[in-house]
């Protein structure tokens, strides 16, 4: 999943730059649309307690090449995000790190900041950011 990510960004480079690929980028693309809607988790009921793949972590707006094909999913992350945010205003980590416990419980609160910034970012591109 993260690998995928690496691989959309380094492609939207290219694109954004319009830099001269050493590969063909028609077919880059073409080949990532597909990983990207096969990777997706589309099981929402698991998004809340097991690390899975969110439509976020490809694109942040309907302006990204990889959101035609996943408008539902993406508009789901939306109120999913909303829904999810806790009273402090931050949403909840879902994951631990197994063997490092004391590690994780310094590290958690970068995460949550983390995540803050990201779900206001996807939220703020979808029109959804009510301040």
């Known amino acids: ?5 690496c691989f959309t ?10 830099a001269e690929a050493p590969f063909d980028p028609d077919l880059l693309m073409r080949k990532l649309r597909e990983n990207v809607s096969g990777c997706l988790t589309y099981d929402t009921e698991v998004w809340s307690f097991e690390y899975v793949c969110k439509p976020s972590l490809f694109f ?7 959101y035609t094909g ?3 999913l993406a508009e789901y992350e939306c109120e ?4 999810s945010r806790r ?3 931050v949403w909840d980590i879902n994951w631990k790190w197994a063997d490092y416990d004391l590690e994780f419980a310094v590290s958690e609160n970068w ?3 983390d995540r803050a910034v990201k779900n206001m970012l996807y939220l703020n591109g ?6």
Not at 9 to 18: P, W
Not at 126 to 131: C, E
Request: charged content about 25%.
């Open 1 to 5: 999943m993260h690998e995928l990510a």
């Open 9 to 18: 960004r380094l492609a939207l480079c290219f694109e954004t730059l319009r």
């Open 60 to 66: 942040s707006s309907p302006d990204g090449p990889f």
């Open 70 to 72: 996943n408008e539902a």
């Open 80 to 83: 999913y995000i909303i829904k």
């Open 87 to 89: 009273p402090e205003g």
């Open 111 to 113: 995460w949550k900041a």
């Open 126 to 131: 979808f029109g959804r950011l009510d301040i």
